[in-house]
């Protein structure tokens, strides 16, 4: 998996990839509106080779199961989600499916591959394949203002 760094943060793009998974989504009527499930992330800064967000400019990370997004260069999604009220309580993941590297969407409190239907819980887990495998973690460390990634 790629490495978390702010310049490709920075640089992103909306790739090939993405495009046609969307469209694919969409030929199969699965809902790609993920805007009331998760936002995009805001405020991210580069510390060293981590990745920091704050938690006040990232609202939909208040309540658990709030979600934030962004892209890498690479064409790849990061997701961070809450997943427990605790300080700690906070999942970074890669959003390609394990299966075939096809991005997942939010859908309700779980996350969805377009392309076969893979599902996964908020915290990357496998609920139904074909993939096998949970979606990739970052490691996370937070505090009560503070997301660290890497």
């Known amino acids: 998996m790629s490495e978390l760094n702010f310049e490709e943060a920075k640089s992103a793009h909306i790739g090939r990839r993405a495009v046609l998974c969307g469209a694919v989504a969409l030929a199969l009527g699965v809902s790609t509106d993920i805007a009331s499930a998760s936002s995009p992330a805001v405020g991210i800064k580069q510390v060293g080779k981590k990745l920091q967000l704050e938690l006040a400019k990232n609202k939909a990370l208040a309540k658990v199961g ?34 075939q590297g096809v991005t ?15 599902q996964f819980d908020k915290s990357g887990k496998v609920l139904r394949g074909p993939a096998s495998q949970a979606l990739y973690k970052y490691p996370v460390t937070a505090t009560a203002k503070l997301v660290t990634i890497g």
Do not use: E
């Open 104 to 118: 997942v969407v939010q859908q309700g409190s779980s996350w969805m591959c377009p392309a076969h239907g893979s």
């Open 66 to 99: 709030g979600a934030v997004t962004f892209d890498l260069s690479d064409g790849s999604s990061v997701a961070i989600v809450r997943t427990a009220a605790t300080t700690n309580g906070f999942v970074a993941m890669n959003l390609s499916c394990t299966h």
